[in-house]
């Protein structure tokens, strides 16, 4: 079946240093959803990306739906404390497949 | 606008007991989707109505798990009998529609089974 995988599965990083979390499937991807979840908390949508190239940004985050469509990319700028949590890409196309998460420390 | 309600916040019970979880979507949403969460997991899709028709219920496990959505609005997922392995945050989301559309979820409950 299909594998959606999320590296790295862990990122601890100095407050004001960059972030990358990559989306990978072993098939090509439908339809990318982002998602955060912050420690005891729910998910929360960020995103969703449908074309094949596709960028879009939200003030320090940016996303990123590969060529291929088998991967995407969420990039965060100069992160601060309060994008502390877990960031999850969903493909929901046929199936709805979260990938196990990579989970965002920061360090003040 | 309210959110998705879910209820209890919190359960504990033993193994071969039963439970039930209920949710209560966003009105006017007309999918509902309940995810089971593991500890350090992603949510894992159990089973997605669209308004009181299941549109997918391929990892439920439908010898122990059931759910209705009865009325097309309010939701129960039940479990009987309860395994260890059942411990974990029990998601409910509802979505406009279906697919392409942002998913807003509840604040989960969290089972434990001893």
């Known amino acids: 079946g299909q594998q959606v995988m999320q590296i790295p599965q862990y990122q601890h990083v100095q407050e004001g240093e960059d972030f990358t979390t990559y989306c990978n499937s072993s098939?090509?991807?439908?339809?990318i959803q982002w998602y955060k979840q912050r420690p005891g908390g729910h998910p929360v949508f960020l995103i969703q990306l449908v074309k094949s190239g596709e960028v879009k940004k939200q003030k320090r985050l940016t996303f990123q739906f590969g060529e291929a469509k088998k991967n995407s990319s969420l990039h965060i700028t100069a992160t601060q404390t309060t994008d502390v949590g877990t960031y999850f890409c969903?493909?929901?196309?046929?199936?709805?497949?979260f990938g196990p998460g990579t989970r965002l420390s920061v360090l003040p | 606008e309210a959110g998705v309600a879910q209820s209890p916040r919190y359960k504990i019970i033993e193994k071969r007991q039963s439970v039930a979880f209920w949710c209560n979507p966003i009105s006017g949403h007309a999918t509902l989707y309940w995810y089971q969460q593991i500890l350090g997991q992603g949510p894992k899709l159990l089973i997605q109505?669209?308004?009181?028709?299941?549109?997918?219920d391929s990892q439920l496990p439908k010898d122990r798990f059931s759910a209705e959505r009865l009325k097309g609005v309010d939701s129960t997922l039940k479990i009987q009998p309860a395994k260890l392995e059942d411990s974990a945050v029990y998601l409910c989301a509802s979505s406009y529609g279906d697919g392409a559309y942002e998913q807003y979820f509840g604040p989960g409950t969290r089972l434990t089974v001893t």
């Open positions: 969903l493909d929901y196309g046929q199936n709805f497949v």
């Open positions: 109505f669209q308004n009181n028709g299941v549109v997918d």
């Open positions: 098939t090509t991807l439908s339809n």
